[in-house]
């Protein structure tokens, strides 16, 4: 199948593309490198050993969107594309409404120009606010996001759903991530962001590499077994298979979806530091600072849906999560030394 990914050259985006290749699909990945670097295609080709198709291009470009749906024969489209910094949001509002809601509402547009009707949308367990139990289920209400990048979530989710019900030929599935951590575990793709981390795991491999020096623990008085925030991570692998397994449903299917993905259960942020620990064997000292505006104490799924409707379910544990961002972390380090050197 020809898969469209746009947002494919970016942390989960590569990950989904090494999947799709490896199970015979042929992804194209359009991207405007806003946060990804385009060596990532030739660390794509190292893994599979094959080059994926990259077009670079933004999705607020709806006539470029339109020409590569058309020429490329697009079957399906995963829309991975978006501006993602919760705090970076709330500073700058409008930037963030333009990219991720004018970017999907031209996508969309494009898609139905050329006929194609079948996508598989990033959405976020952001979209249900503060849990009123636990764990989060597909059926627990969802509009009370703290922030414009939660917004942004929920307003395209309900887009969606719009449009499902005016034209039942389309299909949209709503994958809602927990929290994607990890790397592949060759180390050559992984999160990377540009300048200071605001996810928990790039900080914590960060600090252990002694690229920054402590890590900031935000609330330790949380209702919670050690009083810090728990998160339902789940590895990028597992994740980026959980795309594979919607891909089928998506195409046989019509309708608005949403469906969680994550692991079923949650880790505190000092099991994290901990498991880390472990699996770098580096010391990652820790520093109790206030609770971060918007951080809710605890989240985590009930991953069942997704098994029923994809037979998908995710596999790898904390200790892989950990050992595979270290790889990464540790292989970035070494290759920024050797360009240094040379
Ligand atoms: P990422 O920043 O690594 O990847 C997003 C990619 O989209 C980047 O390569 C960026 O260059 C590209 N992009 C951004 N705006 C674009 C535009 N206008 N046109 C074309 N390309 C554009 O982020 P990620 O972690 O891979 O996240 C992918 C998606 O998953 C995002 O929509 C994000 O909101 C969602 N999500 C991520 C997480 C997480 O913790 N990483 C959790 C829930 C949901
Ligand atoms: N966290 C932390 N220090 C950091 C970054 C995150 O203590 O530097 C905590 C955060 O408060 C939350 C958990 O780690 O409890 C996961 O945060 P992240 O930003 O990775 O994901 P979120 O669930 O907020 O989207």
Same mark, same amino acid.
């Given at each position: 199948m020809r898969v469209l990914l =746009?947002?494919?050259?970016g942390f989960i985006g590569s990950h989904t593309a090494v999947v799709l290749q490896e199970a015979g699909h042929e992804p194209v990945l359009f991207d405007n490198l806003s946060n990804a670097d385009r060596s990532v295609a030739s660390r794509i080709e190292r893994i599979t050993g094959r080059a994926p198709q990259f077009i670079e291009g933004d999705i607020r470009d709806g006539a470029l969107l339109e020409k590569v749906l058309r020429e490329e024969a697009v079957d399906a489209v995963i829309h991975f594309a978006g501006l993602k910094a919760v705090g970076e949001s709330v500073v700058k509002p409008l930037e963030y409404f333009d990219n991720n809601l004018t970017g999907t509402l031209r996508l969309l547009e494009a898609m139905r120009a050329s006929g194609v009707k079948r996508l598989i949308f990033s959405s976020s367990s952001t979209v249900y606010g503060p849990p009123a139990h636990l764990p989060l289920q597909e059926t627990d209400p969802t509009?009370?996001? =703290?922030n414009p990048y939660g917004r942004t979530k929920i307003m395209i989710e309900e887009m969606l759903a719009d449009l499902c019900r005016a034209d039942p030929e389309w299909s949209a599935v709503c994958l809602r991530y927990f929290n994607p951590i990890g790397a592949h575990p060759s180390g050559l793709i992984g999160d990377d962001p540009n300048?200071?981390? $605001? $996810?928990l795991l790039p900080y914590v491999s960060r600090v252990a590499n002694g690229? %920054?020096?402590? %890590?900031?623990? @935000?609330?330790? *008085? @949380? *209702? =919670?077994p050690d009083g810090t925030g728990v998160r339902d991570y789940i590895h990028v692998m597992d994740l980026a298979r959980g795309h594979a397994a919607a891909l089928p449903y998506a195409m046989s299917h019509t309708g608005w979806r949403a469906v969680n993905l994550g692991c079923g259960r949650g880790y505190s942020v000092l099991e994290v530091v901990a498991a880390f620990e472990k699996a770098s064997g580096r010391r990652v000292p820790v520093k109790f600072a206030p609770r971060r505006t918007g951080d809710i104490a605890a989240n985590w799924c009930d991953p069942a849906l997704a098994r029923g409707l994809f037979g998908w379910e995710a596999k790898l544990t904390i200790e892989d999560m950990c050992r595979d961002a270290w790889r990464f972390e540790s292989m970035r380090a070494a290759e920024a030394a050797a360009q240094t050197q040379s």
């Open positions: =746009t947002g494919g050259m509009g009370e996001a =703290t300048g200071i981390p $605001n $996810n690229r %920054l020096p402590f %890590l900031n623990v @935000y609330g330790n *008085d @949380y *209702d =919670t």
